[in-house]
């Protein structure tokens, strides 16, 4: 097998429990009524009738009681081997009832012709026949019951050989008979012993594939999560938490072709911070990482609407993305951003520019054609910035269009 669950011997002695007491419920009964109706009617011609009936209506009680106990004992628990006392009571009630048949049959003897005195050792017998299907689960209790009935009977048989022609050989049968029975109940609790094993092993090995399939839909939800997370970090820039170039490609395409549909404007803010290497040679990488931090968390703040994005295309190089905003209101905007970085009050003591770090800004704004490639707007904002620069720099300067590229 590739797969096999051990299970505990208290586990099957439990559910073997379980299964002899909802076996007896009702056909243990049910043979053991069998038994008061004929004994009873045997009985009630030879003897006192009150007498009898006494003895029956005591039987059927006793029955009656056990089987309530049985279904009380269903309901309540189903861990029976923290119940020793089920076990008890079951041999205490196997005992009680082998030897109620026994007695019954040892008392009425005096009182019947052979024939029906015969008939009723035949009941007995097959009391104990028919109750081997639904009382060997717990041996114990079916041998308990064996004895003192069937092995009752034969001894007062045996030690009264000559009172009745045939009582030396029924003794013999009933001898025989209880070796057989002895001999098949071991057999077949073994058998019922095998088929509790390989129920709790497959209910086991089900609950385990159940539990399995839940941690295997959980690791898949991690396994998703961390793609997700993966994709994202891919797409975002480590340092500054903008979108890097491969995130731009992945959206921009779409919001393009947004603005295209309903020939609306959009425009593209190019900046590129002063003298960045001359900062860092003065004040250090770290420091220089912490000035493009700051002015990621700028952009940021001013791209926070639906379709607008911002991100860092390499090293100190930024653009951010407008839909929706035409070449004055992407004009006053980059001012805006112009002057948010110089209220940082950054301190560039090396710049040429100013005091502190400054930005140079392109702008590039249109209501694109059809044709418009995004590449053909970052070049023209890429253009619009190099004019901002070789003008002096911290300053905004709007770009335009060539017009084949948008023809």
Not at 321 to 349: C, D, G, Q, S, W
Request: aromatic residues 8%.
């Amino acid at each position: 097998m590739l797969y096999q669950r051990r299970i505990a011997d208290n586990q099957i002695v439990s559910a073997k429990l379980e299964l002899h007491l909802r076996g007896s419920r009702y056909a243990g009964v049910g043979a053991q009524l069998l038994g008061i109706v004929s004994l009873g009617l045997a009985g009630f011609y030879s003897l006192n009738s009150q007498v009898m009936l006494a003895w029956a209506i005591s039987l059927l009680l006793l029955n009656l009681w056990w089987s309530q106990r049985i279904n009380r004992t269903l309901e309540t628990s189903r861990h029976f081997t923290q119940r020793p006392a089920v076990f008890n009571e079951l041999l205490l009630y196997a005992a009680v009832s082998g030897a109620i048949w026994g007695g019954t049959v040892i008392w009425l003897d005096p009182y019947l012709s052979d024939l029906i005195f015969y008939l009723c050792v035949g009941v007995v017998a097959i009391i104990s026949v028919v109750t081997i299907a639904v009382s060997v689960v717990i041996r114990q209790a079916y041998l308990t019951q064996l004895v003192f009935s069937l092995g009752s009977i034969a001894l007062w048989l045996a030690w009264h050989a000559e009172d009745r022609p045939f009582n030396s050989g029924l003794a013999i049968l009933l001898v025989g008979l209880s070796v057989f029975l002895v001999i098949a109940s071991e057999w077949m609790s073994g058998a019922f012993s095998e088929m509790v094993e390989t129920s709790l092993e497959r209910a086991a090995m089900s609950k385990d594939l159940a539990s399995l399939t839940d941690s295997l839909k959980t690791r898949n939800l991690q396994l998703q999560d961390a793609r997700r997370q993966l994709a994202e970090q891919a797409t975002i820039d480590e340092m500054t938490g903008l979108r890097n170039r491969r995130g731009v490609n992945i959206i921009i395409n779409d919001e393009l072709a947004r603005m295209k549909r309903m020939q609306l404007p959009i425009a593209v803010i190019a900046l590129d911070v002063d003298h960045f290497k001359t900062y860092n040679d003065n004040y250090g990488h770290p420091a220089g990482d912490q000035v493009l931090q700051q002015l990621a968390n700028v952009m940021l703040e001013m791209s926070s609407r639906a379709g607008e994005f911002a991100a860092r295309m390499g090293g100190e190089e930024f653009i951010i993305f407008y839909p929706t905003v035409n070449r004055t209101a992407a004009l006053e905007l980059a001012e805006e951003l112009r002057m948010k970085v110089l209220e940082l009050k950054i301190p560039h003591e090396k710049s040429l520019t100013a005091e502190y770090v400054t930005v140079s800004i392109g702008v590039i704004s249109c209501v694109p054609e059809w044709e418009l490639e995004f590449d053909t707007l970052l070049k023209a904002a890429d253009d619009a910035l190099y004019l901002s620069k070789t003008n002096g720099r911290n300053r905004v300067t709007c770009g335009e269009l060539e017009a084949e590229a948008q023809s």
